[in-house]
Structure formats: structure tokens, C-alpha cells
């Protein structure tokens, strides 16, 4: 670990304590208690007598990043570092890719939306892409530990607060870009270019990789780039075939076909499954060595994660904007017997320009909706669940509040070949309520009611 912080309860005797003017906390504030905690030095924008070595500058973040950039930027970028950015299947791809590479025996770790990985170790985190100082910590603890490579996602809001400040990627690849954020970005235009900006941490001699069937993805195709599409791209998806919990996907390469039976589902997947062929590719590993072990490689938990219930199926996904709902549910629609039951609601204090769109599409391609929590957090839920109900035009559909109710409600409605869509919460396995965040997780509400 650094001997810096940000984080006053982190503190331990001799570290430098670095008092960062956030958007909502000024580690001006938590000074006493960095110093209480055993800070021999701070860091400070305001100067006054702190009574232990202190060092003022204008700004204290850039401060941080200059530290961290001039210590440790060329020890990580040594490495290969790939981000992976864009509004749905970053976890995904990511998670795929980290399997991957380690089922192909590298030193490799993950991080992202499910957390920190490398070897045997484990750690939950907060944000996709962790603060700086904390991505720097974990970055250098892979390397200590041997890896070699360092998958990670990279979000909009990381990317412009510069989160990833000096480091350079082998590798990048952009996904896609529907609607999220909004409330962050305000406009679609700043979105996409805060998206660009990964382009500005790509090396010289890295590779850009694209999926060019979203309409934004033509403009992250820079010298050196790969693209994948189902109409005409490096990595082409010529087809793929469901087979119920597995899919088979053909696709060419450098005007060589492929075909390989993958442990997912949809469409989304397969854009997903192909991008983290071509990163991994991108790194020097062979097309056919990478197809030996994708019998060996899942989703991650909470990405179309399936339960059989009374002879149909209950079905948990992150899905959480219009279009990985809508994508979801067309995925699991194409060869339905039986009903889709969807179970959704959407986050407090976070774009509510998606609520009315997410509602429209739930209910109008979806059998039966329950419509439910998602995180209030200090927003009035009533009122989430209004702006919800505004863009529904249709009465296939009943409001329940308690997440946990809605969910045995859903499952009890499961008959004979239906499906029972859990979106929106995924991997996570808390509830935000005002500012508490209590124990809930869609997979294990699932798990007990059939037990």
C-alpha cells in the first residue's frame, strides 16, 4: 500500500495525508482525524497551523495526481493495461476477457463493477473505476503479486474526473452508448465525448477495438484500430444459434471462419463474447487458443444469471437503462412458449429522462410488469415510481413497492415455460434506502422461496 491518503480512516502512522476538495466532502474537514490516525505530514490548499509538516499547494488533486503520476505511472504502464468503456456489457466483456487469460494461465487481474480479482483474492468495490489513488493501490498490488496484465472497466464519470490519470492502455474498446447518465452528462453529445477521452490514455503503438453497429463506435477507430460488427468489421459475427442456456456463434477473422459454443445468451452476448476475443487477441494470444477455452469461461453473477422455477425460469440481470431492457427482453422474447414476467424499477437521485422510457418499454414488450424499488436513496420513491408510470400506456402491470414482495409475487406467477425477468441490481447485493444501504440480493431472495 501507499503511504498516501485521501481517506482520513485509512490513515496509519507516517502516511501523508492528502486533504482533497471533493464535490460533496473537503478533506479539509477530516484533518484532525487524519492526524489523530497518525498522518506525519498533510497535504493542504488552505493554510493554516496544522501543527504537523505541511505542504500547501494551489491544488490539492493535482498535487495527488503529479505524486502518483511521477512515482508509479511507468511501473504500471510496464504492463498491460486494457480499458473497456461504454453504457452496457463492460462488466462482461471484462470478466470474460480476465477468465480467459487465466483459464490461458496469465498473471492477470480484473477490476470493475463486481470488484477487485487477481489469483485467489477477492475485494468488493464502490465505483467501477476506483479513485485514483485507490486504482493506483490496486494496480501495483497485482503487480507485486505477478500479473502482467490488468483488465479493467472505465466509466464516463472516471473519465472525466480523470481518475486514470497517467496511465497508458495496450489495449481499449468501446462497447456501445445508449441513454444513462443524463443526470452526470446533461446531454447525449458530452456523454459520447466523455467516452472519446479514452482515446487520450491509448500507447502509441495500442490498439483501439470498436463495435461499429452502434453508430458511435465509427469514432473510436483511430490508426491501429479493429472493429467488430455483424454487417462488416475485422471480428464479422456471421450468425449465431441459440441452444437454451448456450449459444454457438460463427464469425471470421483475416478471412478465416470460426465457430464456438459459448456458455451465454443473447445478442448483447455476442457482441460481448466477440470484443473480448478480439481484446484478448490484441494482446498476442492465437484465435484458436482463445476458442480451446471459452468452454471454460461464465457470465458473471447477475448477468442473465438463470434459476428454474416451476418448469420456467427466473432470470437476474443488471439490465438498468432503456436499452439493456429493452435488449434483454428481446433476447429471452426471440423463441419464448411462455410469458415474460418483468420485475424493474429504476435508481432515486439519478437521470430520471430514462424513468418514462424504461416504463414504455417494459410494458409494452414485456407479458405481465411489477414495477418496484431500485435503490431510492433519499429520493421520495412515489415519486420514482410516477415519473416510471408516465410512459406506460398500457395496464399489464401492478406496483409493489418492497423489492423483496415483488419478487415472490413474480415468482409465484411463473408457470409452465414463462420467464421472469430481475432487472436492474445484478451482481449487487445491497439496497440503498436514504443514505443506508441494507443487505439485499435479487439471486438470494431467488434461492430461499425455491428452497
Not at 491501429?224 to 450468425?239: A, H, P, R
Not at 429522462?353 to 410488469?369: F, H, L, Q, W
Request: hydrophobic share 35%; net charge negative; charged share 25%.
Amino acid at each position: 500500500m501507499l503511504n498516501i491518503q485521501t481517506d482520513s480512516r485509512k490513515v496509519k502512522k507516517g502516511d501523508t495525508f492528502v486533504a482533497i476538495v471533493g464535490e460533496v466532502l473537503d478533506g479539509h474537514d477530516y484533518i484532525e482525524s487524519a492526524i489523530k490516525n497518525g498522518a506525519s505530514k498533510i497535504v493542504v490548499s488552505k493554510d493554516l497551523n496544522y501543527g504537523v509538516d505541511t505542504l500547501v499547494v494551489s491544488d490539492t488533486t493535482k498535487y495527488l495526481d503529479d505524486y502518483l503520476i511521477n512515482n508509479y505511472s511507468d511501473k504500471i504502464n510496464s504492463i498491460n493495461l486494457v480499458g473497456v468503456t461504454g453504457t452496457n456489457g463492460k462488466t462482461t466483456t471484462c470478466y470474460l476477457a480476465y477468465q480467459m487469460l487465466k483459464k490461458l494461465h496469465k498473471k492477470v487481474a480484473y477490476i470493475g463493477t463486481i470488484g477487485f480479482y487477481y489469483g485467489d483474492t477477492f475485494k468488493t468495490l464502490n465505483n467501477t473505476t476506483p479513485g485514483v489513488l485507490d486504482l493506483y493501490n490496486m494496480i501495483l498490488e497485482a503487480i507485486d503479486y505477478g500479473c502482467d496484465t490488468v483488465v479493467m472497466e472505465i466509466s464516463s464519470h472516471a473519465l472525466v474526473q480523470n481518475r486514470i490519470a497517467g496511465l497508458k492502455y495496450k489495449t481499449v474498446a468501446f462497447t456501445n452508448l445508449t441513454q444513462d447518465h443524463l443526470d452526470y452528462h446533461k446531454t447525449m453529445d458530452n456523454y459520447l465525448n466523455a467516452k472519446l477521452k479514452i482515446l487520450d490514455y491509448l500507447k502509441k503503438d495500442g490498439v483501439s477495438i470498436a463495435n461499429i453497429d452502434d453508430e458511435a463506435g465509427v469514432k473510436f477507430l483511430i490508426e491501429n484500430s479493429k472493429s467488430i460488427s455483424f454487417k462488416n468489421g475485422d471480428y464479422k459475427i456471421l450468425d449465431y444459434i441459440d441452444n437454451g442456456n448456450k449459444m454457438t456463434i460463427n464469425f471470421s477473422y483475416d478471412n478465416k471462419d470460426y465457430n464456438v459454443d459459448v456458455n451465454l445468451k443473447s445478442k448483447f452476448n455476442v457482441y460481448n463474447y466477440i470484443m473480448c476475443v478480439a481484446i484478448v487477441h490484441s494482446l498476442g494470444i492465437s484465435i484458436n487458443d482463445i476458442l480451446k477455452v471459452t468452454k471454460d469461461i461464465y457470465p458473471p453473477k447477475g448477468r442473465c444469471e438463470q434459476f428454474p422455477v416451476n418448469n420456467g425460469i427466473a432470470v437476474v440481470d443488471y439490465a438498468h437503462t432503456p436499452d439493456a431492457v429493452l435488449k434483454i427482453i428481446e433476447a429471452f422474447s426471440e423463441n419464448k412458449k411462455g410469458r415474460i414476467i418483468t420485475i424493474v424499477g429504476c435508481g432515486g437521485d439519478r437521470d430520471n429522462k430514462k424513468r418514462p422510457i424504461m416504463g414504455n418499454i417494459a410494458t409494452e414488450n414485456s407479458d405481465y410488469v411489477i414495477f418496484t424499488d431500485d435503490n431510492p436513496r433519499t429520493e421520495d420513491n412515489h415519486k420514482i415510481m410516477k415519473d416510471i408510470i408516465d410512459g406506460v400506456n398500457k395496464d399489464n402491470y401492478e406496483v409493489i413497492y418492497d423489492r423483496k414482495e415483488a419478487i415472490l409475487k413474480g415468482l409465484s406467477l411463473i408457470n409452465k415455460n414463462d420467464v421472469l425477468l430481475v432487472l436492474g441490481k445484478g451482481h449487487e447485493d445491497y439496497q440503498i434506502i436514504g443514505t443506508t444501504k441494507h443487505h439485499f440480493d435479487d439471486s438470494e431472495i431467488i434461492k430461499e422461496a425455491i428452497k
